[in-house]
């Protein structure tokens, strides 16, 4: 076991003093000139920099030299892309018109097609799919590296489609309309420049655009603060404006809302102004005009159903008269919200309790589904109103001990698709009708991995202030406990995003069928009991997430599953915060620790876009306050000499839009310059999300689980 040669308490910020002897490259000041004079890789921030680069490009060759040269890699890279690549996955549908349509990549497509069929086909095993657009096609007569990000289309007959390309997998996108009769773009059709928009149709004539209009309509995050009214035919200069918000504006811009009916009638248009990542003001479009909607700023929107708007409350709310508490599920007087809340009527669907929350929402032509989560576990739920203020609540059946989700929903024929799935269990698609006690089976995904030999179990670690952490551990059925079962535990921790027992496929093939544990913690931060187990570990309070991870860590060795020299960590994007900042406070506990697409550089990652939308979550480096506690897990400046690290792989991609590839780049190349030995590499194509190509994605799991197995298997 490897030792920890720094006392906890070099790893806490008792003062400038003590801060600079233990971290050399920490700030002397926590203003934006100090932090950029203690930092000595500014330069990667350059996203194609000559020294970027060239600083990528040695770092693959030495990555790639110590993963692929593995005897496992080709194993593990040939099942990864059987898998993401195979016939007989699971389409993912959606209601297209009066038939279903899907996306699908395999590997004669990496680019894949956009197709069709009836529902009584997508129901058989040999279901007869009519392609509308073939994105390899396209990439190659336009010679762009095309990758689709869905197709925004007009009910009720969803001819007209707006479809949305990337170049390289980035989040800016270029958008074109697009006829599903034709199976062509429209001539003279709608179409956007690449841009991070904001489109809703309003009708077969009209969008609702907030997007870059020139210079000074973007917020410093890059995202836009101006909705206009875009007629066919109109350039985007000529576009009417409806609507403004503030260049100061957080969050991810403001977007159009527009809210139909069963025949597809507009009931509603909103207008959502984000103040920062979680706090919006919510307006209504009426008569040309915006009137404010008496809404809290923190709440989700769900549609509207007999004029009363569907909301879940992210913070305490007084309506009416009555007081609502966080995460409850209402429907609220649309047209009293307009004159104000105490006045509003409001009839209460669902009020979870203190392990519950409402995770998922469809509001049908005459009821609510929602599906609610109860220690994790997915439940599903119908709400239907039956006169006055009464709701009837009804439980429907789903599969036990699994997630459940709701797809695609289709108001006309009050029909919504939905999913079930566990650890060990595939994703089956059921149809659920407007009057059926539980889904029709559609369709199931073959089982990629042999899960007789594994089981699952959910414990509780204990955190720091006592706050009971949920855990699950996916484990060998005659595990040993004897603290050698190499495992991976992964978390994520923030956002509002829960994280139910899913499946995964590339996981169960390359690590549980060779004998491997896979944990995954439900920490604060997330969603998984509702507003109130996010907002706990918002800002200032960050360390709590870090203490339920390591928490769970403890657990799973107290419990005699594994040990530290078994033990990794794996996290991406926002856990890659998480990742970071546990193996820089407690590098005692892991052996392995994979840091992918990762915020790191948490002093400056208000001005990597778009990173200043995530303040609302983080906290300003530029308010002292701020600075000082978010300094507290900003991994990148807590690298010291002298400590026993373990070997980490960071990963990125150089075209992540979302996320900034220098967070991941200056990580590693301080590492380097501290004597530490690691692993990085950046993929040059591909964007945050990793959807533009399987069969580049199973390269990378190859790579994963190859460093992975290095670290804790050999």
Request: hydrophobic share 45%; aromatic share 8%.
């Amino acid at each position: 076991m490897r030792l920890l040669l720094l006392t906890a308490s070099a790893f806490v910020l008792t003062g400038p003093a003590v801060a600079q002897q233990a971290m050399p490259h920490f700030p002397a000041a926590l203003t934006p000139e100090g932090i950029a004079a203690a930092d000595d890789h500014l330069a990667l921030e350059e996203v194609q920099g000559a020294e970027a680069m060239a600083f990528v490009r040695a770092s693959n060759a030495r990555a790639l030299a110590a993963l692929t040269t593995d005897p496992r890699y080709e194993t593990f890279r040939t099942e990864a892309e059987a898998i993401l690549t195979s016939q007989d996955r699971l389409p993912s549908p959606s209601f297209l018109g009066d038939g279903v349509g899907n996306f699908w990549q395999d590997a004669a497509n990496p680019k894949g097609v956009w197709r069709r069929t009836s529902l009584d086909s997508y129901a058989t095993e040999a279901s007869a799919w009519e392609v509308l657009l073939d994105v390899d096609a396209l990439a190659r007569a336009e010679s762009v590296d095309w990758v689709f990000k869905g197709a925004n289309c007009l009910a009720p007959d969803d001819r007209r489609c707006l479809v949305s390309l990337s170049e390289g997998g980035k989040d800016a996108v270029v958008v074109r309309e697009f006829d599903t009769v034709t199976k062509a773009f429209v001539e003279g059709g709608f179409s956007l420049p690449e841009g991070k928009h904001r489109i809703s149709w309003l009708d077969a004539d009209t969008l609702l655009v907030a997007t870059d209009f020139g210079s000074g309509t973007l917020t410093e995050s890059g995202y836009p603060y101006i909705v206009k009214a875009l007629g066919r035919g109109q350039a985007l200069a000529q576009a009417t404006e409806v609507y403004r918000g503030d260049a100061a504006d957080g969050g991810y811009g403001v977007n159009a809302v527009v809210l139909r009916d069963a025949a597809g009638a507009v009931e509603a248009v909103l207008f959502r102004r984000p103040l920062d990542t979680f706090r919006a003001e919510t307006w209504q479009w009426l008569d040309g005009r915006a009137v404010r909607l008496d809404l809290p700023q923190r709440v989700g929107i769900h549609g509207v159903l007999g004029g009363a708007l569907v909301v879940t409350p992210e913070q305490d709310w007084t309506v009416g008269g009555a007081a609502v508490e966080a995460g409850t599920l209402i429907a609220v007087d649309l047209a009293g919200l307009r004159a104000g809340a105490a006045g509003a009527s409001v009839q209460t669907l669902f009020d979870p309790g203190p392990r519950q929350s409402v995770e998922d929402v469809a509001v049908m032509r005459d009821h609510v589904l929602a599906v609610v989560a109860d220690n994790v576990v997915g439940t599903l739920r119908r709400f239907s109103p039956t006169g006055g203020d009464a709701w009837a609540a009804e439980t429907l059946e789903v599969p036990a001990n699994s997630a459940i989700g709701l797809g695609d929903s289709a108001r006309s024929s009050g029909r919504v698709f939905v999913t079930s799935q566990g650890f060990l269990t595939p994703p089956s698609l059921g149809l659920l009708p407007a009057d059926a006690t539980a889904p029709q089976p559609l369709k199931a995904a073959t089982p990629k991995f042999d899960a007789s030999t594994h089981v699952v179990e959910q414990y509780e670690a204990t955190s720091a202030d006592g706050t009971r952490v949920p855990y699950f551990v996916v484990m060998p059925r005659d595990l040993a406990r004897d603290g050698q079962a190499p495992t991976i535990l992964f978390g994520y921790g923030g956002f509002q995003v829960s994280f139910p027992p899913a499946y995964r496929a590339e996981m169960g093939k390359l690590w549980l069928e060779n004998g491997g544990v896979f944990v995954q913690a439900n920490i604060r931060g997330g969603g998984e009991f509702g507003p109130g187990w996010h907002q706990a570990a918002l800002r200032g309070n960050r360390q709590r997430s870090f203490d339920d991870f390591i928490a769970v860590a403890e657990d799973l060795i107290a419990r005699g599953i594994t040990t530290p020299d078994h033990l990794g960590i794996y996290g991406r994007s926002n856990g890659g915060v998480l990742t970071s900042v546990a193996m820089t406070r407690r590098p005692d506990l892991f052996d392995a620790v994979v840091i992918e697409s990762p915020l790191v550089d948490m002093l400056r990652y208000h001005l990597l876009p778009a990173g200043a939308s995530w303040i609302g979550e983080y906290g300003d480096p530029r308010v002292s306050g701020d600075a000082a506690f978010i300094a507290e897990y900003s991994a990148y400046q807590r690298l010291a000499p002298g400590v026993d690290y373990p070997r980490a792989y960071i990963t990125t991609n150089t075209l992540d839009d979302r996320v900034h590839p220098a967070h991941a780049r200056k990580f590693a190349a301080r590492l380097g310059a501290m004597g530490y030995d690691h692993l990085y590499f950046e993929d040059t194509a591909g964007g945050h999300s990793n959807d533009a190509d399987p069969v580049a994605n199973a390269r990378r799991w190859a790579r994963h689980y190859v460093y992975l197995a290095q670290q804790l298997m050999d």
